[in-house]
């Protein structure tokens, strides 16, 4: 039976055909090392410090037991606090767990923390597949430990820390949230899965519809899998750390927002993973965008799609705070 993709909103439909017939679909092994080589030139540079009302550090911190320490870069409001201490906002980066780094998609949590005077934390975890899992997840647990034991310090408040990640960050968010409930260790306020990269076994209705089409296909995310978990990835062993679909209890976790395009790889995982979280009696608020593909609101900022999209999730996060 042929699967036909869902169509893509007309706005970003044009954004795509706007770089051309063949847009990339996402890296093969191949060409892991070709875009890591990318010189820092030529990506378009955003300013963290947003027009001078933020102040940027970078710390270096303890990683795991037995491994190497941690980046992480601290963007804090220059205005002094209205009540007490700020939210922290701990932000996990997209590339598929295997680009980037600890500046990758701030933009979009910076302006969380500019509507909300938060500060942000986003942290630089080891990529694979030079390291496989566990090394990307045990960083990021490293991050969050570090920066609840030491948010005052920050500026913020360790009992208001929201963990929030795009992509392959949403996804190791989520397995994040998964490993501090089950180590006992601290628990974010709520959780912030923007279209999260959840499932290793790649063998979803949407990820079949949406395989050479769009943003992020089936073929990226089956080299992206299998560069973390190797010949383990679809395997009847993966734990839920590295691929947090595979999780069978989803109770005790913090309120998640879960957010997925209906023309994307990661769609019908995303959906999943919500609809499980309330039959555990959890809290998930989530959003299907409409013609969505993988990274939308990012690629296409100017879209109504992408701003109704941002907007929701500073609703959404309005909503916890105030709680």
Known sequence: MLLVPPPFDPELAAALAAVGPSAPSGPSLADIAALRAVPESA???????????FTTTDLTVPGPEGSPDISLLVISPLAPPGNGPRPVIYHSHGGGMVLGNNRAGVELVLEWARELDA???SVEYRLAPEHPYPAGVEDVYAGLLWTARHAGELGGDPERIVVAGASAGG???AALTLLARDREGPRPLGQVLMYPMLDDRNDTTSAHQMAGVGAWDRTANETAWTAVLG???????VPPYAAPARASDLSGLPPAFLDVGSAETFRDEVVDYASRIWRAGGVAELHVWPGGFHGFDAFAP???????ARA???AWLRRLLAS
């Open 43 to 53: 990506v378009p540079a955003y300013d963290l410090t947003d027009g001078g009302a």
């Open 119 to 121: 500060v942000v934390v």
């Open 171 to 173: 996804g190791l968010t």
């Open 231 to 237: 010949d383990a990835r679809g395997g009847p062993d």
């Open 302 to 308: 100017h879209t109504v799609l992408a701003r109704t």
């Open 312 to 314: 929701a999730r500073i």
